[in-house]
């Protein structure tokens, strides 16, 4: 209603500094050089590169040291406990369903994070333009960390918390 513009990322909101109009009030007003502005808006960019960067590496390495061998540890127990069970005469079909259920997801949850480990690599390949780098941490990088999440969550819901090594939800 107000006119106010509705930037809906980082990358975006930094490119208003550079405006023209924007450059245009600072300068009139002596509060900012374009120089000055561009240089802002630089500065910007490489520490949200630097940001989103630290947080795929993070999230790469929880993956890998965490949760892939968390939900190995628990498949494996759970695949034992079928044979045993089935060992003994007994029914396993629930025991089966979620053994198919982790065993189906896994290797989703492993090609996101190479995925997101290859979105890492690309991003830093546009070092040298912080602005064109910045644009590809976010539509690479973040967003393979949105959809890496989006496997953890629904292992989380199939591990069971004795196994699940960061705090959960509902925790």
Same mark, same amino acid.
């Given at each position: 209603?107000?006119?106010?513009?509705?930037?809906?990322?980082?990358?975006?909101?930094?490119?208003?500094?550079?405006?023209?109009?924007?450059?245009?009030?600072?300068?009139?007003?002596?509060?900012?050089?374009?120089?000055?502005?561009?240089?802002?808006?630089?500065?910007?960019?490489?520490?949200?590169?630097?940001?989103?960067?630290?947080?795929?590496?993070?999230?790469?390495?929880?993956?890998?040291?965490?949760?892939?061998?968390?939900?190995?540890?628990? $498949?494996?127990?759970? @695949? =034992? +406990?079928?044979?045993? !069970?089935?060992?003994?005469?007994?029914?396993?079909?629930? %025991?089966?369903? /979620?053994?198919?259920?982790?065993?189906?997801?896994?290797?989703?949850?492993?090609?996101?994070?190479?995925?997101?480990?290859?979105?890492?690599?690309?991003?830093?390949?546009?070092?040298?333009?912080? $602005?064109?780098?910045? @644009? =590809? +941490?976010?539509?690479? !990088?973040?967003?393979?960390?949105?959809?890496?999440?989006? %496997?953890?969550? /629904?292992?989380?819901?199939?591990?069971?918390?004795?196994?699940?090594?960061?705090?959960?939800?509902?925790?």
């Amino acid at each position: 209603k107000r006119g106010l513009p509705n930037v809906r990322n980082t990358v975006d909101a930094i490119a208003s500094l550079t405006a023209r109009k924007n450059i245009d009030v600072m300068s009139k007003h002596n509060v900012l050089s374009k120089v000055e502005m561009e240089s802002r808006a630089e500065i910007q960019y490489e520490i949200y590169v630097k940001t989103v960067n630290i947080e795929g590496l993070t999230m790469v390495e929880m993956a890998k040291r965490q949760i892939l061998p968390a939900v190995i540890s628990f $498949k494996a127990n759970l @695949a =034992a +406990s079928v044979s045993t !069970v089935l060992g003994a005469g007994g029914n396993a079909d629930v %025991e089966k369903a /979620l053994l198919k259920k982790v065993s189906d997801a896994l290797p989703a949850f492993n090609t996101k994070l190479v995925k997101l480990e290859k979105a890492i690599a690309t991003a830093a390949g546009k070092h040298g333009n912080a $602005k064109v780098q910045a @644009a =590809a +941490s976010r539509d690479l !990088v973040f967003t393979g960390m949105a959809e890496l999440r989006k %496997e953890a969550d /629904l292992l989380e819901t199939l591990v069971d918390s004795e196994y699940w090594p960061i705090p959960t939800y509902s925790e």
